[in-house]
């Protein structure tokens, strides 16, 4: 297959002489992968952001929901909602208390998180010429 560029007076370039692959080719397991797209779909807004912000630096490392609305001026089912979206995606443990719900950052689902998105060093040096 030919590449030709446009408004170009050289020859085309052949794909397979110009590309050269690189890829490391280490994937994330199907499933992995649609667990850690649904956390970051769970994050991928600013007030979820801003909550799980004010959740993780709470003095207690928790937070109530009636002191979150506060914080943000929000109404209580619209904090309410973003919390479960979050919890449901694994980044937010809830514990009831009587009437109230308490919510505090679930260490092992940031993990995954940022281990997806951080490289190790051998992901890093592992090139594969065929993928």
Do not use: F
Not at 77 to 97: D, V, W, Y
């Amino acid at each position: 297959m030919a590449i030709t560029v446009y408004g170009a007076t050289e020859a085309a370039v052949d794909d397979a002489e110009a590309c050269e692959p690189e890829l490391a080719c280490l994937l994330i397991d199907r499933d992995e992968a649609a667990r850690l797209a649904h956390a970051l779909k769970a994050i991928a807004d600013p007030t979820r952001l801003q909550l799980l912000r004010l959740i993780q630096s709470s003095p207690t490392g928790e937070a109530c929901v009636c002191d979150l609305t506060e914080c943000l001026g929000l109404r209580q089912p619209t904090i309410s909602h973003h919390l479960k979206l979050m919890t449901n995606a694994g980044l937010l443990n809830r514990e009831r208390r009587g009437t109230w719900v308490w919510y505090s950052v679930n260490p092992e689902g940031l993990r995954r998180l940022r281990d997806t998105l951080t490289p190790t060093q051998d992901e890093e040096l592992a090139v594969l010429p065929d993928c």
